[in-house]
């Protein structure tokens, strides 16, 4: 990282101390006068004590079941406050802080999570309200496994006035260079550059070859203050320019962009290295050297007798974990052969939903290419990625997906068993590996949960698309799917409501709770239709809420639990069996999204199709913006209109380094990238045996909740865009994902086609 960058990460997650400001929001705030307004819900019994607040908290419930909060507070949108307090009790408890607005639908502004220790802790948090609308704070209490008691005192909301340490971290954002996409920009497409500063005019800017001659030159627009990073912005716009070359840079000042460059083919090899990293993901399978490199050959995993016994011969969670999870109705007394599939990400587990939608993903890569990308497409090749199936005939994209379908069949109960036709709902270890931990070294024991009615959807939806994909391939494979598809859309039937749990307290595997399968089974129904054409899929999808409903939120348009886009998508550019109006209707809806998009990207100064209605960066936020590109895509595809197809080049600015950490996400495209995201194998940065994870390989990219000791630790009061750091073990930023990985697969191969 240049020395300008590993500076403004010193500057920027320095904890801030508490700040004095205007008077003070709260009445009463110190409990001195008897009048401070603070409520509590039943549970929680309040009384006021020596100058303080106390509440009695009943153990039990939700964290909504036990709430203390206070109301008709009045914030000024675009303006910083600061909440302080004073916490008292007799041992530690955690609980989320919110500020929202007093009614429904109690939007709301900022979250936090307060933490009680044995005696007196301070609270300080700054945020930024975003609406003017009465507000709340409230404070959830509820879920703890015995009673408990704390105190308040001194509760107060000023306005935040910038610190010392505040000004030294904007100081840093205006010392950054231009920002610019260092994977590249078209010749033909758009090509601007953020600039931060505070400069109120307009700044000048000139554009140099590789050789430092000024082959071009304006002014920069203002573009306001963006709370994401806390910095006012401007943007250079040089699209005028179409030249193609290498090692260009902006030049603002004193301040030199990293060098890009500008051509017509900016993503074609990102289509091939993006794909490529899902061979290394296999379970179950030799990855041999002589396809990806020697330093990424390795045995395969889980297939083996010891030391765990492997995925061949796995037996479902029993004892008292699983009957406390899943009750006593639910017996297993079979064995699975579940090997194969995809590592999820950075650990060896395996999931169902997780993996449905990143199949699907590269299936829909195929599918677009095939109807929309032209006979010529790579997509169709049988040579566009290292994989060893390479000249059988299939294309590569589709024998890479093969690999992730028959191991989602592979979790299908038998039949004969107790929820037959229903899909486990994920397979993993029954306790964390350490990192690193190459797959063939697994200690421990792997155990199949469960099923659900969201996996068994998720396979009901991949197994009719690959259906229609594969016939003209291998037909009987098709039949398979297809056979399998319709088995699991008939037992999600019988058993509609069966969830997966919110939080298995297990360790060795991730959760994947879901309890809102409408849109799985909407998904389900559309795949099911466009390939058989049957009005019985069809009669499933008008009954759907998701059928003439919104589906795609600028917060994310789809990801693994909320896939009703996805079927919106394939039925506006796939479903050739609907009525015309019908086809009508879905293909408006999927176009007034892309336009939505598109105004929300002119109002971004940094160009990304992305901005959660509180400003907080969600886990995976390089993903979500990856998917909303895709919607802007199907808007091209389904229209033709040039601004869309601009729209998605521009998008992906954000991702290749015209971000507020100056990196590009993705390893090995730009000149400062990505390299040390979260894996038990690409674990270079712990054990230098072993290597950095592979060109082509996608970060989750900025987390303001952060989860994991490294975030906590480094990133403290960090800006939404800002919260990121690449180390390897800060996984709740840097993690690598099966289903982040896929759209970045889409969205590539669709530009590399799309001209």
Request: aromatic share 10%; proline share 6%; with cysteine.
């Amino acid at each position: 990282m240049p020395k300008l960058a590993a500076g403004l990460v010193f500057a920027l997650f320095v904890s801030l101390p508490a700040q004095a400001g205007a008077a003070g929001m709260i009445a009463d705030g110190a409990f001195e006068a008897g009048r401070d307004g603070f409520w509590a819900t039943g549970g929680v019994s309040l009384s006021r004590e020596r100058g303080k607040l106390c509440a009695d908290v009943e153990a039990g419930g939700t964290t909504w079941d036990r709430l203390l909060g206070v109301n008709d507070l009045q914030f000024e949108p675009g303006t910083s406050y600061r909440l302080t307090m004073a916490l008292e009790a007799r041992d530690m408890h955690k609980f989320p802080v919110r500020i929202q607005r007093n009614a429904e639908p109690w939007t709301p502004q900022a979250t936090f999570n307060a933490e009680t220790k044995a005696g007196k802790a301070e609270f300080s948090a700054v945020f930024t309200a975003t609406e003017n609308e009465p507000a709340q704070i409230i404070f959830q209490l509820g879920g703890a496994k015995k009673p408990w008691r704390f105190c308040l005192d001194d509760v107060a909301i000023n306005e935040a006035k910038p610190d010392r340490i505040e000004v030294a971290a904007q100081q840093a954002m205006y010392a950054l260079p231009p920002l610019i996409n260092q994977a590249g920009y078209f010749l033909d497409g758009p090509k601007r550059a953020t600039i931060l500063s505070d400069a109120a005019d307009p700044l000048p800017f000139k554009l140099e070859d590789a050789a430092g001659v000024a082959v071009g030159e304006g002014m920069a627009a203002p573009a306001g203050f963006d709370p994401t990073v806390g910095a006012d912005t401007q943007i250079a716009d040089f699209s005028a320019f179409a030249t193609a070359g290498k090692g260009y840079r902006l030049i603002v000042g004193e301040r030199k962009s990293l060098p890009f460059s500008v051509g017509h083919d900016v993503y074609g090899k990102l289509r091939v290295d993006a794909l490529s990293w899902f061979y290394p993901q296999r379970s179950g399978i030799e990855i041999k050297g002589d396809i990806v490199g020697q330093a990424y050959a390795r045995p395969a995993g889980h297939v083996q007798e010891s030391p765990n016994q492997g995925d061949t011969k796995v037996t479902c969670l029993t004892g008292k974990v699983a009957a406390k999870l899943y009750g006593k109705d639910w017996t297993c007394n079979y064995t699975l052969d579940v090997s194969g599939g995809w590592y999820d990400a950075g650990d060896q587990g395996k999931y169902v939903v997780n993996g449905g939608i990143a199949v699907a993903q590269l299936l829909g890569t195929f599918e677009r290419g095939l109807v929309y990308g032209g006979a010529a497409s790579p997509v169709l090749s049988d040579s566009l990625s290292r994989i060893p199936e390479n000249g059988n005939g299939i294309p590569d994209i589709l024998d890479e997906a093969r690999w992730e379908l028959e191991f989602l069949m592979k979790m299908m109960v038998p039949d004969g068993q107790l929820l037959a036709g229903m899909v486990h709902h994920k397979v993993h270890d029954t306790k964390w590996t350490e990192v690193p931990m190459l797959p063939h070294l697994d200690p421990y024991l792997r155990a199949l949960h469960r099923p659900s009615t969201a996996a068994t959807l998720n396979l009901a939806a991949v197994a009719a698309q690959g259906a229609r994909l594969f016939a003209p391939y291998d037909r009987d494979f098709a039949q398979r799917l297809l056979a399998a598809g319709q088995k699991a859309w008939l037992s999600a039937a019988t058993n509609p409501v069966l969830f997966a749990p919110g939080s298995d307290g297990l360790q060795g595997g991730g959760d994947y709770g879901d309890n809102d399968i409408s849109d799985e089974a909407y998904w389900a129904a559309a795949e099911l239709y466009i390939t058989t054409g049957k009005t019985l899929y069809l009669a499933a999808l008008k009954s759907s809420p998701h059928w003439a409903g919104p589906v795609f939120s600028a917060a994310g348009a789809f990801d693994w639990r909320s896939v009703a886009g996805l079927g919106r998508l394939d039925l506006a550019l796939y479903g050739v069996n609907l009525a015309k109006d019908d086809k009508a209707m879905v293909m408006t809806s999927v176009v007034s999204a892309a336009r939505r998009f598109l105004a929300l990207q002119a109002k971004e100064p940094f160009g990304q199709i992305y901005r959660p209605a509180d400003n907080r960066y969600d886990w995976g936020s390089n993903q979500l913006i990856l998917q909303n590109l895709i919607v802007v895509s199907a808007g091209y595809d389904l229209t033709g209109e040039r601004p869309f197809l601009n729209g998605v080049r521009e998008g992906m600015d954000y991702i290749f380094g015209r971000n507020a950490m100056n990196m590009s996400y993705v390893t090995g495209y730009g000149s400062v990238f990505a390299h040390n995201q979260h894996s038990r194998w690409y674990a270079h940065q712990v054990d230098n045996t072993l290597p950095n994870p592979p060109a082509g390989t996608l970060a989750g990219g900025p987390n303001s909740t952060l989860v994991d000791d490294v975030a906590r630790a480094r990133l403290k009061g960090c800006r939404p865009q800002t919260c990121y750091i690449d180390d390897i073990m800060a996984w709740g930023t840097n993690e690598m994902t099966i289903n982040w990985n896929a759209p970045l697969v889409y969205v590539a191969s669709f530009l590399a086609d799309a001209r």
